[in-house]
């Protein structure tokens, strides 16, 4: 399911806090908006060990 809301894609840049909006544009400077949301989980992701194993070297 995709997410209907999202957010400026210069909001770093342009603005001190992220815009969200439901429109395809920032309301604020016109930039595009792209979708908030993460992507999903997928259990076949080819590099998911690898991002698990660099997680766990981090918490060590």
Request: a negative charge; proline letters at 10%; glycine letters at 4%.
């Amino acid at each position: 399911m995709k997410s209907d809301i999202r957010v400026c894609s210069a909001w770093e840049s342009t603005h001190d806090s992220p815009v969200y909006t439901l429109g395809a544009s920032c309301p604020e400077c016109g930039a595009d908006a792209v979708n908030s949301a993460p992507a999903p989980f997928n259990p076949d992701d080819p590099y998911g060990e690898y991002r698990r194993r660099a997680r766990e070297r981090r918490r060590e």
